[in-house]
């Protein structure tokens, strides 16, 4: 009985998952400006730490949580590093 | 669906709601994302998901492996405080960059720049 409530939750989440990367995927393919992109990257690696933790559940192995936490922690750098960037046209400044 | 059938409906019933509840919070930010109009409306959207919508499914991995393995598991605490701690300030400084490009740009809908507080 669980184990089905549990099964039936865990597909749902899953698809709702994967249909917001799409979203994301889009938003990254139209643009139609870089900020528009880097705001979408940003929002697809938040979606795909989310889909892992929910994958952990599902395979019942805690292994997944440190891939969603190298996930996000890159997530981070990317956007910020992506951001600077923008801002200045270079990452690092002399 | 491995350890799923030892666990007891209480603890299955809320896991389910938390798993849809974050990740029905991470599809409408990315719905946002792509109904918006403009970059400023749009960089709020997706702060739904990395908010509660991570929340949330962090809570409900923290509950689910606490329960499965019959002791406290709070790693998932970390991912937590990480997130709090950098979506604001990735967002903030993405902002801010847009700012800088469309004021560089000479687009009229952004406000000028407050003079001696160049960013």
């Not at chain 1, 900020?35 to 730490?49: G, K, S």
Request: contains cysteine; hydrophobic residues 55%.
């Amino acid at each position: 009985m669980s184990a089905a409530i549990l099964g039936a939750a865990v597909l749902a989440a899953q698809l709702m998952l994967v249909a917001a990367m799409a979203c994301a995927t889009l938003r990254l393919a139209w643009g139609p400006r870089a900020q528009d992109r880097v705001l979408a990257l940003d929002t697809l690696y938040v979606n795909a730490a989310m889909l892992l933790l929910v994958f952990g559940i599902r395979s019942g192995s805690t292994h997944y949580f440190e891939a969603a936490l190298v996930v996000a922690l890159l997530g981070f750098v990317a956007t910020a590093a992506l951001a600077k960037f923008l801002m200045r046209g270079e990452v690092i400044e002399e | 669906m491995t350890g799923a059938e030892d666990l007891p409906l209480w603890a299955a019933l809320p896991v389910a709601a938390l798993l849809i509840a974050g990740a029905a919070l991470g599809l409408i930010g990315s719905i946002g994302l792509i109904r918006l109009r403009g970059f400023y409306e749009r960089v709020h959207a997706p702060t739904l998901g990395t908010t509660l919508g991570i929340g949330f499914i962090l809570l409900a991995s923290m509950l689910y492996f606490t329960v499965v393995q019959s002791r406290p598991v709070l790693h998932e605490l970390l991912i937590a405080a990480f997130v709090v701690i950098t979506t604001p300030v990735t967002l903030m400084v993405l902002t801010r960059a847009a700012l800088t490009r469309d004021r560089r740009e000479g687009d009229p809908s952004v406000p000028p720049a407050e003079p001696g507080r160049e960013p």
